[in-house]
């Protein structure tokens, strides 16, 4: 989803005062205390040969359809790992 520009700068020009709020819940330390900071991942651009009917069915799944071929070769990963132990 994308913003227009003018749309943009009416949400930048609301006062923080103007900001409902209420249904946000607190953060209280029980929040904090099994918080992480999560470095993202970092990725590298390569060049990869897929079948034409793969690649159509995760295209067919709209934008971001690169994001999701790494994530089902993540769970895989993360499956043949725990498979492991």
């Known amino acids: 989803m994308s913003i227009s520009p003018k749309r943009l700068k009416e949400i930048e ?9 209420s249904d946000i819940p ?9 918080a992480e900071v999560v470095k993202p991942l970092t990725k590298t651009a390569i060049s990869i040969r897929l079948d034409n009917d793969v690649l159509d069915w995760f295209k067919q799944q709209g934008k971001g359809y690169q ?19």
């Open 67 to 85: 994001t999701l071929i790494n994530a089902v070769l993540r769970s895989y990963v993360n499956h043949q790992e725990n498979k492991e132990l």
């Open 13 to 21: 020009n609301i006062s923080d005062d103007a900001i409902d709020t």
């Open 26 to 34: 607190e953060l209280d330390d029980g929040f904090w205390s099994k």
